[in-house]
Structure formats: C-alpha cells, structure tokens
C-alpha cells in the first residue's frame, strides 16, 4: 500500500475511533476526510444545525474544535505520531459558514521539534474559497495514548 493510502486509511480509522467514543468528539460525524498525507490532512463537512449559534452561522466554539482535531490529524498523520497535549492555541476569526454551507478544513504539521509540534489550520468556505478562520496550535508530544 502506498504511503499516501496508508495515511488516508489510519486517519480515516483515528475518526472512526474518535466518533464512535462519544462525547464531543461524535460532531465529527460530520466530517469527511477528503486527504491525508504525512503531515496534511484536509475534512470537509457541511454546517449543520448542531455546529451553529443563535444568528445561524458557525459557532466559534465549534470552529476552536475543527482547528483543535484538524490539526491533531495533521500531526497524527506523520508516521502516525501519536497525539499530545496543546499547550497554545490562536484564532482568527475573518467570517462565518452559514447553515447548509460546506467548508474545508485544512491542517498543516508546520514542524516537530524535540517534544513540541507546531500546527496550522485553515477554515474555508468552500463554495466561495472565502477564508473563514485561521489557527495555529503548539503541543507537547511524547504521549502514551494509543489509538
């Protein structure tokens, strides 16, 4: 199997285990992985009345956790490096997905250094290519989780 079919197939076996565990992690039903490769991972999903807030587009809240996962992905997409423990996370919010819009959620290992990994993400519309919102994210690795 090729390594980019390898990674597609471990991601896509990480969301299963994440959905099927309960919790807040059962919003990623929503998601669909549409790529990964090692240290990249791309989801889409279409904003559903679950995701929004009281004027009708995505939650904020709900956008922190798209880039939380997306970019844990990412990570856990190198050589399915096991997930860590943020240490840092930034948004910025630039517009919203309305109800029934599909976005792209777009995460990106920026580099590993030592115990720390340094994460991207980018929320789009993807109708409109608008950038939605953009985080970055720092974690410690080095944990015994295993999925």
Known sequence: MSKIKHCNA????????????????????????????????????????????????LHGAFSAYLVDIGSTLALMSVDQKLPGVSLNMNFTYLKSAKLGQEIIIDAKTVKIEKNFAFLECEIKCKELGNLLVKGTHTQYVGSAFKW
């Open 10 to 57: 471990y991601i896509t076996r990480v969301l299963t285990s994440m959905v099927s565990f309960g919790g807040h992690d059962t919003a990623l039903r929503a998601c669909k992985l549409e790529k990964a490769t090692p240290g990249h991972c791309i989801l889409s999903m279409v904003v559903g009345n679950e995701h929004i807030n009281r004027g009708g587009t």
